[in-house]
């Protein structure tokens, strides 16, 4: 199947700070990629969906202004958690789909952010 | 709308123990059908598909068939592994809306 990357595995950072995570589609191109969160043994909640070229669509009561995606190119988008603090601490999951509908998701490796 | 109602778990096996995980959804016209796994501190792996009503899908020993009628598309395994431990996620996609149910923690005990 596709492969999707996510980088960093983990990450510490203080509080205050930012932390960038990059997902990237290796091997197809992604017109449209999701960002989630998952706290302890909870499922997944939809952050936001990245499309390339534009401006990323938010799910109600997620902060576009401390939550900013960017969507450079078809392989790659980027989750920028800006000013930190110890409740953003939490596992962040990318996915992406190849464009056509009714087709599975392939998801990054995941990122655990913890924020002292 | 669209969305996914899975058994609540957390579930726990003897290994060689039959497996079901119950899974319905809601949803308007045709949507493919996914189950998940996500093993401890990783992303979710697609583990087998339905793209249409009677299909079967099958990986690793796990069967799940698309019920139209019952609108159900439950997850079985025959005898399970320790190995098979991790949580399971029951998935919709209907038009480019993707739903995830809420995930059944799998513990298989030697």
Same mark, same amino acid.
């Given at each position: 199947g596709a492969?999707?990357?996510?980088?960093?595995?983990w990450v510490i950072c203080k509080s205050g700070t930012s932390v960038k995570i990059e997902c990237r589609s290796l091997d197809f191109q992604a017109t449209t990629m999701f960002w989630y969160r998952q706290f302890p043994k909870q499922s997944l909640m939809l952050m936001a969906t990245s499309n390339e070229g534009s401006k990323a669509t938010y799910e109600q009561g997620v902060e576009k202004d401390k939550f900013l995606i960017n969507h450079a190119s078809l392989t790659l988008s980027t989750?920028?958690?800006?000013?930190?603090?110890?409740?953003?601490?939490?596992?962040?999951?990318?996915s992406a789909r190849q464009g056509q509908m009714n087709t599975e998701a392939f998801f990054g490796q995941g990122t655990r952010l913890t924020v002292v | 709308g669209n969305s996914v109602t899975q058994m609540e778990g957390p579930v726990t096996l003897s290994e060689e123990a039959f497996l079901t995980i119950n899974c319905?959804?809601?949803?308007?016209?045709?949507?493919?059908? !996914?189950?998940?796994?996500?093993?401890?501190g990783e992303g979710l792996?697609?583990?087998?598909?339905?793209?249409?009503?009677?299909?079967?899908?099958?990986?690793?020993? !796990?069967?799940?068939?698309?019920r139209k009628e019952t609108t159900s598309f439950h997850l079985e395994k025959g005898s399970v592994q320790v190995s098979d431990s991790a949580v399971y996620f029951c998935a919709l996609n209907n038009n480019n809306d993707m739903r995830f149910g809420a995930g059944t923690r799998l513990t298989v005990k030697p």
């Amino acid at each position: 199947g596709a492969v999707v990357s996510q980088h960093p595995s983990w990450v510490i950072c203080k509080s205050g700070t930012s932390v960038k995570i990059e997902c990237r589609s290796l091997d197809f191109q992604a017109t449209t990629m999701f960002w989630y969160r998952q706290f302890p043994k909870q499922s997944l909640m939809l952050m936001a969906t990245s499309n390339e070229g534009s401006k990323a669509t938010y799910e109600q009561g997620v902060e576009k202004d401390k939550f900013l995606i960017n969507h450079a190119s078809l392989t790659l988008s980027t989750l920028t958690v800006t000013s930190a603090h110890p409740e953003d601490s939490s596992f962040y999951i990318c996915s992406a789909r190849q464009g056509q509908m009714n087709t599975e998701a392939f998801f990054g490796q995941g990122t655990r952010l913890t924020v002292v | 709308g669209n969305s996914v109602t899975q058994m609540e778990g957390p579930v726990t096996l003897s290994e060689e123990a039959f497996l079901t995980i119950n899974c319905t959804y809601t949803a308007t016209g045709y949507p493919s059908l !996914f189950w998940y796994v996500q093993y401890p501190g990783e992303g979710l792996q697609l583990l087998l598909k339905a793209t249409k009503a009677d299909d079967k899908g099958s990986n690793k020993g !796990f069967e799940a068939t698309y019920r139209k009628e019952t609108t159900s598309f439950h997850l079985e395994k025959g005898s399970v592994q320790v190995s098979d431990s991790a949580v399971y996620f029951c998935a919709l996609n209907n038009n480019n809306d993707m739903r995830f149910g809420a995930g059944t923690r799998l513990t298989v005990k030697p």
